[in-house]
C-alpha cells in the first residue's frame, strides 16, 4: 500500500537519510502533521485527502515492528470499507510500542465501529504475519 500510494520503494537507498526507510519517513511526516505530503505528488488531490491519509495510516500500521499492533486483512477491509474507525489515539500507540522496543506486547486497540458499540482488538485478533 505504501509503496503505491507514495510512489516509493520501501527502503531506498539514494534518498536523503531519514527518508531512506519509508514508514519512518511517514512516521516522521504523521508526527509532524504533514501525513499527506508522504503521497505521491501525482495522487496528492485535496478532495481524497481523508482516503490517502487513511491508507498512509494503515499502511504504517501494518508495517509496524510490533506484530501485536498489526491488524489482520480483514480488519484492514473493515477500516477500508468505512466499517470500523481508526482510533483517534494510533499515533499515540504506534509511538508507544516503538518507544517500548519489545517486538510483542500486549495491548488492546479500540475501534469505533460506526459509533454503536466498541470493540476491542487484542493480540487473538492481529495477524501473525505482514
Given at each position: 500500500?505504501?509503496?503505491?500510494?507514495?510512489g516509493?520503494?520501501?527502503?531506498d537507498?539514494?534518498?536523503?537519510?531519514?527518508?531512506?526507510?519509508?514508514?519512518?519517513?511517514?512516521?516522521?511526516?504523521?508526527?509532524?502533521?504533514n501525513?499527506?505530503?508522504?503521497?505521491?505528488?501525482?495522487?496528492?488531490?485535496?478532495q481524497?485527502?481523508?482516503e490517502?491519509?487513511?491508507?498512509?495510516?494503515?499502511?504504517?500500521l501494518?508495517?509496524h515492528q510490533?506484530?501485536s499492533?498489526?491488524?489482520d486483512?480483514s480488519?484492514v477491509?473493515r477500516?477500508?470499507?468505512g466499517?470500523?474507525?481508526?482510533p483517534?489515539?494510533?499515533?499515540d500507540?504506534v509511538?508507544d510500542?516503538i518507544?517500548k522496543?519489545?517486538?510483542?506486547?500486549s495491548?488492546?486497540?479500540l475501534?469505533?465501529v460506526?459509533?454503536i458499540?466498541?470493540?476491542t482488538f487484542t493480540n487473538?485478533f492481529?495477524s501473525?504475519?505482514r
Open positions: 500500500m505504501l509503496e503505491v500510494v507514495c516509493r520503494r520501501l527502503i537507498r539514494r534518498a536523503e537519510e531519514n527518508e531512506e526507510v519509508l514508514v519512518d519517513w511517514i512516521l516522521e511526516l504523521w508526527e509532524h502533521g501525513i499527506f505530503d508522504a503521497a505521491e505528488e501525482s495522487t496528492r488531490q485535496e481524497n485527502r481523508g490517502i491519509e487513511l491508507v498512509l495510516k494503515l499502511g504504517v501494518c508495517a510490533s506484530e499492533i498489526r491488524p486483512m480488519v477491509m477500516i477500508l470499507n466499517v470500523v474507525q481508526l483517534d489515539n494510533l499515533l500507540v509511538r510500542e518507544l522496543g519489545r517486538p510483542e506486547t495491548m488492546e486497540i475501534y469505533d460506526n459509533s458499540a466498541t470493540l487473538s492481529i501473525h504475519g
